[in-house]
Each structure stands twice: as C-alpha cells, then as structure tokens.
C-alpha cells in the first residue's frame, strides 16, 4: 500500500516538474495573445488559493485550539514551533550579517537614489512601524477577514478556539464544535480538488515568470546587494536548513522532495499564505506529518516564520543606512539582527509584504528610502526566492516539531 502511495506521490511530482518545463517554454513564445491567457489563469489560481488560504488558517487553529484547548499537547507543539522558527529566522538573519560584511555593496549615485522615489507608490511609507504593530490589533471582526490580514486572523482563530473550548458542554457546544469540524472537511475537499488542477496553473505560472525574465531586468548598479539577498538566501535554503533537519535526524532530500510541490508554488505565488492549502496537504499526505501538528503548527509558521524576510530587512536596512552616511560597527549590526527577526514576525505572508515593511521600517530613520524604488524592479525575483524559502522554512519547523513529538510519546 506504501509503495503504490510512493509511486502515486511521484507521478505527481513528475506531471507538476513537466507542467513547470512546459510553461517555462511556453512563456518563451511571442505573442500578446497567448500572454494574456497564460496572465488570466495564472491571476485565476492565485486568487483562488488566496480564497481558501484565510479560512484554511482561521478553522485550522480554532479546531487545533477546541481539540486541545490548553492541555499539554498544544502546549507541547506550540513551544517547539516557536523555538525553531526564532533559530531558523535568526540564522537567515546572521547568515546575511555575514554575506554583507564579505561582499561590502557599494554605495550607490545620489541622483540614481532621488530618481528611486518616483518608483514609490504614494501611498506606501507613510504609515511607520508602530501604525503597522497596531494594525494587527483588530478592532472589527469582519475588516481582517476582508484585509486578509493574516496576523489579525490569527489572533482572532486563537481567541474563538480557546473561547469554545472552555464553554460549558452542552449541546449548543457540540452543535458548534460539529459546525467548525464540518466547515474544515469541506474546506479540505475543497482545497483537494484545486491541488488535482494545479499542473494547469504551474504551467501558467511558469510561463508567466519566463516571458517576464525574458523581457530583462537591469540589476548592474545594484550587482553586490543582490549577491548578497540571494546568495544568503540561497545559503539558508541549501545549507542552514537541512542543517536544522540532520541535527534532528531526519533526511533533508526526503523532506524537501515531499515538500516540492508547496515550495515550486511558492515560488510562483509570492505568497506562504496563498500557499498554506498545498504545504498542508503535502505536509499532511506526502510527509506524512501528523495532521494534528501540521494544522497548528504550519499556519502559525506561515504568519511569523518569515526566514527570507528577516535577511531582507536586515540587509536592506543596512545597506539603506550605508547610503544616507551613516556607519554602523558590528555590534549595532548585531542590534540590527534582533530588530530585522522582530520585524520579520510581524510580516504578512502576502506578495511584496515584506518589500512593504521595509519601507515602513525605515521611514522612520532618515534613511534615503527612494533606494527602495531603484530595488522595486528587481524584487520581484527577490520575493519569489523569499517566499519559496520561508515555506521551506515552514516544512521543515513541522518537521522538525512532528519529529520531536513523536520521540517523546515513545
């Protein structure tokens, strides 16, 4: 039975890797046409995995927090959660501390910095990072949901599930907890039957993000800072990582090869939140996590464990600062370390969402922010190796966790 699982599983990933040849050709093909239809079906998917990323959040937790309430068990995996997202987000960050001081980015012309503030949307960088912390605080019930703001959701889902664990058992009580079990199973069937079309949308994806790159992307001024993001994320993605998962004993080619699919959609979707539904299906019947622990533990990774964010705000920040003159020793960019971790957790698992937080960040300093604007046209490729990193990240903190419970219930 496992061997025809296996064989099911890899004929699965092999459609998707050919899906994902084919659209890279396709996006190869001139034609306005055809760019438009690729453009439609991609925008279809993404919008529709975004559809189901907020509830998959909300009833995941609220059913995690009914089922355990405050017993020992949520306590258990909440706590292994956390740990390894602090370590894994803090490595990214001192893995860029170190990239940084090796590769030293240049300072860019001060008339390329004031042309950048042009690139900036008007609207973005006024709001600083007190407004951003405060608006995780919802003050509606309803505004979260229509925001998709993820961290807002997330402390709403913890406050329902706790809230019904410890009403009085009645038969209201079971009624409602049926109701929430219901909506999860519906949603999950759901979720299924998107993941059995996704070739169709990995071939648009694909070939969207090649007639993009194709088109050129001018990156010469910029050549050392974006060794530096790459190259630490691609240090983390390739070496922290299954670091973390060879110092629990588990092997980093099984799990990253049962991970693939959310990964290569991540990818493309720019978006850990957009993408829960895939990792928790392939963290679920792929890895063969345990579903209590990838339901609790993979939508709170997929809100504060941001690995590609906090090498981003730090490196960026730092590089931000270099070109208004200001000069920071090591143990400041140190400090800066634990501020980019910080901030990173308070991200939203949304396209350019870190971009954004950046911007708020550094409003505030003084620093020349119309850097940011010379750096825009690249962040897109930045933002699809970010993405595709923190659900790699995300994986492997399940993992991680799923492993250590099922050692100490031995």
């Not at 604007?373 to 933002?383: A, F, K, M, S």
Request: aromatic letters at 8%.
């Amino acid at each position: 039975m496992k061997n025809l699982k296996d064989k099911s599983q890899t004929k699965q990933l092999i459609l998707w890797l050919s899906a994902l040849v084919m659209g890279t050709l396709l996006g190869l093909v001139p034609g306005t046409l055809l760019h438009q239809i690729i453009d439609f079906v991609a925008t279809v998917y993404i919008r529709l995995f975004q559809l189901l990323a907020v509830p998959t959040i909300c009833l995941a937790i609220i059913n995690t927090m009914i089922n355990f309430g405050l017993q020992k068990d949520t306590g258990r995996i909440f706590r292994h959660a956390i740990t390894y997202t602090l370590l894994t987000t803090f490595a990214a960050a001192m893995v860029g501390l170190i990239l940084y001081n090796i590769i030293q980015p240049d300072n860019l012309p001060l008339t390329m910095i004031s042309q950048g503030n042009d690139a900036i949307p008007e609207s973005v960088g006024k709001e600083t990072y007190y407004d951003h912390i405060i608006g995780v605080i919802p003050n509606n019930i309803v505004k979260p949901f229509l925001d998709g703001n993820v961290l807002s959701i997330l402390l709403l889902a913890f406050a329902t599930g706790i809230g019904i664990a410890k009403l009085p058992h009645k038969e209201s009580t079971t009624t409602l907890i049926r109701l929430m079990e219901g909506l999860q199973d519906l949603l999950f069937l759901l979720i299924n039957a998107l993941i059995w079309t996704l070739p169709v949308g990995i071939l648009a994806f694909a070939a969207q993000l090649s007639s993009q790159v194709s088109a050129g992307i001018a990156a010469q001024s910029l050549g050392k800072y974006i060794a530096v993001i790459l190259g630490g994320n691609l240090i983390q993605f390739f070496i922290i990582l299954p670091l973390f998962l060879l110092a629990r004993r588990l092997n980093p080619l099984h799990v990253l090869g049962k991970m693939m699919p959310a990964v290569l959609m991540a990818l493309f979707t720019k978006s850990s939140a957009a993408t829960l539904p895939v990792t928790m299906e392939s963290a679920e019947k792929r890895l063969g996590v345990n579903p209590k622990v990838a339901r609790f533990v993979l939508p709170i990774c997929t809100t504060i464990n941001m690995n590609g964010c906090a090498a981003f705000i730090f490196v960026t920040s730092i590089f931000l600062m270099q070109n208004g003159g200001v000069t920071l020793n090591i143990w400041q960019m140190i400090g800066w370390v634990f501020i980019a971790v910080i901030a990173a957790i308070g991200n939203a698992g949304v396209p350019m969402g870190c971009f954004f937080l950046t911007l708020s960040l550094m409003s505030g300093t003084g620093a020349p922010i119309g850097l940011m604007g010379i750096i825009l046209p690249v962040y897109t490729i930045i933002d699809m190796i970010e993405t595709a990193e923190n659900v790699w990240s995300d994986s492997c903190v399940c993992a991680m966790t799923d492993h250590d419970l099922r050692d100490t219930d031995k």
